[in-house]
């Protein structure tokens, strides 16, 4: 069996949308006021627990604008890897290697999923509250930016998840990457 790993930057008050400002918010933007250190390589320690990673659409779109173009190790991984895309439009999946549109109920396909294998969840984070819902999540790894937004979607909009535990926590450049998992 594998496990459902949420990825996501957050600012001090939890906020974790809009951390590059592409949806015009008055408060995004927020992860690159410290440079581009933070996404640079594998701040979030997953490259080795990703079989396939799991975007909703507009996550998906941003990525597959920047992605395809790079040529780090920790890109090659984010290339190669199988990617599971939630939409109701479509995408273009010959804009970013090995991905696909989920059919159906994302939900579904990713709870299938982690029967088999690791999924990584990065962003996306209407669908990262529903995984939450679901109680599929099994670990979630998070890149702390030092700043407070002040307004914004959080990760944990319902409060604290229940049943899970902090289990490390390393500073990586002006960032700290905490890492909460499920209660066994």
């Known amino acids: 069996m ?6 996501s930057f957050v600012t001090l008050d939890g906020v974790a ?34 079989d396939v990673q799991l ?15 790079r040529d780090s190790d920790f890109a090659k991984v984010m290339n190669a890897t199988p990617k599971g895309v939630a939409t109701r439009t479509g995408i273009d999946a010959s804009a970013w290697s090995n991905s696909e549109a ?16 690791n999924v990584v969840v990065i962003g996306s984070l209407s ?26 979607d959080r990760l944990f909009a319902e409060g604290k998840p229940a049943d899970f535990r902090f289990t490390s926590a390393e500073l990586t450049d002006v960032t700290t990457l905490t890492v909460l998992q499920r209660a066994v």
């Open 17 to 50: 949308s809009d951390p590059a400002g592409l949806e015009g918010t008055s408060y995004g933007g927020w992860a690159f006021k410290f440079g581009q250190g933070p996404v640079s390589d594998d701040k979030f320690r997953v490259a080795d627990r990703t």
């Open 2 to 7: 594998g496990a459902i790993i949420v990825v």
């Open 55 to 69: 975007y909703g659409r507009r996550t998906w779109e941003a990525f597959a604008r920047l992605w395809p173009s």
């Open 102 to 117: 989920i059919e159906g109920d994302a939900i579904a396909w990713a709870a299938a999923e982690r029967a088999r294998r």
């Open 127 to 152: 669908l990262v509250h529903a995984l939450a819902a679901a109680d599929l999540v099994d670990e979630y790894r998070l890149l702390t930016f030092p700043t407070v937004a002040g307004t914004g």
